[in-house]
């Protein structure tokens, strides 16, 4: 069965650290990846896609994320947060062929130190 | 305009009452989902209409009964929940069902509690 992992559940950084997070997927085939922002108490917002190209991807607020086919992974970077950043971070894969259907990693909380 | 909205915002119901959730877009899309979030959890999809018609029912208890009147409009109609039910229930959005590539669009959700 598809599975998508991201390996990171909670991560706490002080701003204008670094962050990476992962995430791995299960399905061979050709997918659209994506990552959601959920700040606290607000809805799924996307952060950014990668449907095909460019592996690179930017998003909003200083996001990007790297797609590695040979790794089955999309890893989220920002070079610096912010206190703003803290939020709940999923990563969601979606078949290209035959299926509506978008399978979500369990998520991972981040939270910034002012 | 590129905004999922939900209503109520919160509902609290008795196991025996009937209740329902709606959702509403207009951007276009001609398909709509409901997902089921617990806390601290990802979002579990429950149903997808694609033009109208429901395409995807992942095994959801019958007390959930979704309905898409229009390409505009979903209902999820609630009746003899259980406590466990309670949850924050996510509508989303995409574009036409045919492209193979599209993103999902989401509501702020309804966080519903059953006492």
């Known amino acids: 069965a598809q599975s998508v992992s991201q390996h990171n559940h909670h991560v706490i950084l002080s701003e204008a650290a670094s962050l990476e997070l992962g995430c791995n997927y299960s399905y061979g085939g050709t997918v659209n990846l994506f990552w959601y922002v959920q700040y606290p108490g607000q809805h799924l917002q996307l952060l950014l896609k990668?449907?095909?190209?460019?592996?690179l991807v930017k998003g909003i607020k200083g996001f990007e994320a790297e797609f590695i086919k040979s790794k089955f992974s999309f890893n989220l970077r920002k070079p610096s947060v912010q206190w703003s950043d803290t939020a709940e971070y999923f990563c969601?894969?979606?078949?290209?062929?035959?299926?509506?259907?978008?399978?979500f990693g369990t998520g991972t909380r981040l939270k910034v130190l002012a | 305009d590129t905004e999922v909205t939900q209503t109520p915002k919160h509902l609290v119901m008795g196991m025996t009452n009937k209740k329902s959730l709606k959702c509403e877009q207009h951007m276009g899309h001609r398909a709509m989902y409901w997902y089921k979030q617990k806390a601290k959890k990802p979002p579990e999809l429950m149903f997808v209409y694609s033009y109208e018609k429901l395409s995807i029912n992942e095994s959801v208890p019958s007390r959930f009964s979704p309905e898409c009147p229009n390409s505009s409009l979903l209902n999820l109609h609630l009746h003899a929940l259980q406590p466990e039910d309670s949850a924050l229930y996510l509508c989303a959005s995409s574009p036409n069902p045919g492209q193979t590539t599209y993103e999902q669009y989401f509501g702020p959700g309804t966080r519903l509690t059953v006492t």
């Open positions: 969601a894969v979606k078949r290209v062929a035959g299926t509506y259907k978008y399978i």
């Open positions: 990668y449907f095909s190209g460019d592996p």
